[in-house]
């Protein structure tokens, strides 16, 4: 059973600041994606990480993919407070019955306060 | 990108009434779709996989005969909340894929079921 782990699950941190969200998981995967969902809406894909190495960036987010270490990174740089919200991984894996599955960490909710 | 549309947002009905979501694709066809349920302050728990002309995956613990699930065309799925009680109150996300098996997936807006 793939297992996604994300820590922290809970952030607080000042504008101006900087941080790393991690995101852990337990098989072999060479797609992995991080959502963005604010409350009561559905999830709005940030990044789509499809190799071992892939960096990618969009404002303030810069998202990246170790397939060797299973291990994915969503770093924030100056945080502001529109950067609130949960973030989400999730890793796309084979799921043996005929299709592939997505299997998501459990979020981290970021609050940026000034 | 590519949309995926979900109706209706929000949705109140009495207990051991039924409730149906539609999930449609508006702009690609989806041989398969996905439907997840998120409990507050949880993360997604997928529910079943919709197979377009076959039965619906359903994931350990999911219910099949409570959680209808038609996948009738490649542009629409739909999932049917039967005999509905307060405990199957939550938020329901559908998701497609564009392309194979592996290729990107897109979600809906999702779907607020409030049961009284």
């Known amino acids: 059973e793939l297992k996604v782990e994300q820590n922290p699950l809970f952030l607080s941190m000042q504008e101006g600041k900087n941080y790393t969200i991690y995101c852990n998981y337990s098989?072999?995967?060479?797609?992995l994606y991080w959502y963005r969902q604010d409350p009561g809406k559905s999830l709005e894909s940030l990044f789509v990480?499809?190799?071992?190495?892939a960096v990618k960036q969009e404002g303030r987010l810069m998202a990246s993919l170790d397939t060797k270490a299973r291990l994915s990174t969503l770093h924030i740089t100056a945080a502001v407070h529109d950067l609130s919200a949960t973030y989400f991984c999730?890793?796309?894996?084979?799921?043996?019955?005929?299709?592939?599955?997505?299997?998501f960490g459990k979020g981290t909710k970021l609050s940026v306060i000034p | 990108g590519a949309v995926v549309s979900q109706h209706p947002s929000r949705v109140i009905c009495k207990s051991g009434t039924s409730v149906k979501i539609e999930c449609r694709s508006l702009?690609?066809?989806?041989?398969?779709m996905f439907w997840y349920r998120q409990f507050p302050k949880q993360s997604l728990m997928l529910m079943a996989t919709?197979?377009?002309?076959?039965?619906?995956?359903?994931e350990q613990g999911v219910e099949k005969d409570k959680f209808l699930i038609n996948h009738a065309s490649l542009t629409l799925s739909t999932l049917t909340v039967t005999s509905a009680h307060p405990e199957d109150s939550s938020f329901y996300i559908c998701?497609?894929?564009?392309?194979?098996?592996?290729?990107?997936?897109?979600f809906g807006q999702g779907t607020r079921l409030t049961v009284v």
């Open positions: 999730a890793v796309d894996a084979y799921s043996g019955a005929g299709s592939y599955q997505l299997t």
């Open positions: 998701s497609a894929r564009k392309g194979g098996m592996n290729t990107e997936a897109f």
């Open positions: 919709s197979n377009e002309g076959s039965k619906a995956t359903y």
């Open positions: 990480l499809l190799s071992n190495g």
């Open positions: 098989t072999t995967s060479d797609r």
């Open positions: 702009d690609f066809q989806a041989t398969t």
